[in-house]
């Protein structure tokens, strides 16, 4: 089946707009990555600083570092505390908060899909547009994958900007990113907002409001939270290998989500639901 580009790049271009002119949309998509990505990295950072460097010494990571994989481990030798401290902040602890942003900015944008042309009136005029309803869909979720990319990007830059900025007085050089972190960027963050989005589009096509769409797609950054905690924790590390394996396994739910919602989103019902 040829599909209608044309129409599909004007839907998208209509509805980046509408983003822009929505301050309820794009100002969370700005101040949470804001305070994932500059705030709390430049308050572990700094930390050593306003507590004192005698609180922070190698004894206090040994216990730790017995559990850390031994390619991880290689990175702390020759670190004193306050230096382990930082390089563990920067490129250890933050790894699985980092995936909450392409999930929020999907979980954002997606929710607006179809929810919020409801609110706003506009999506019965849009069903009448001359796509069909797989091409209408695509271009609903090409309106949020494309903006969910870019910030993602755009975090993982800003962030490196200012860990190794803040951490620069201690580390003597850049220290940021490791290996862990471009499977983690351009592999599993791309899938995540693939997922997040087939899922939240697929939510928005049937829920009767934004803010509905926005609470049951808020379950979806559950498995970041799992993360975080087996990392933290020590039940498992984000190796290199490991977060390969895990993209392949999260883009196969995503491409499977965009697949049932395309299959089964329908213009005819979202018109007896107006």
Known sequence: MTMNWRAIRAIVRKDLKQVVANKMIWLPMIIVPLILQVVMPLIMILMPTWVGAEEFSNEDFSELL???PEHFRADLIGLDGIQQWIFMSANYMFAPLFLVVPMMVSSILGSDSFAGEKERKTLEGLLYT????????LAKLLTSLVPALVITFGSFLLYGVVVNLAGYH???RI????AIWWPLVFW????????GLGATVLISSKAKSFVQTQQLSGT?????????I???SGLFFL????????????WLVGIWLVWIGAKTFSRGELVVRL
């Open 66 to 68: 017995v559990i850390l």
């Open 130 to 137: 001359p796509l069909t309803d797989t091409e209408l869909f």
């Open 170 to 172: 201690a580390m003597g």
């Open 175 to 178: 220290y940021f990113p490791t």
């Open 188 to 195: 599993v963050g791309p899938a995540a907002s693939v997922a």
């Open 220 to 228: 979806l950054v559950l498995p970041v939270v799992f993360l975080m």
């Open 230 to 232: 087996g990392q933290i």
């Open 239 to 250: 190796g290199p290998m490991l977060l390969i394996g895990m993209g392949f396994g999260v």
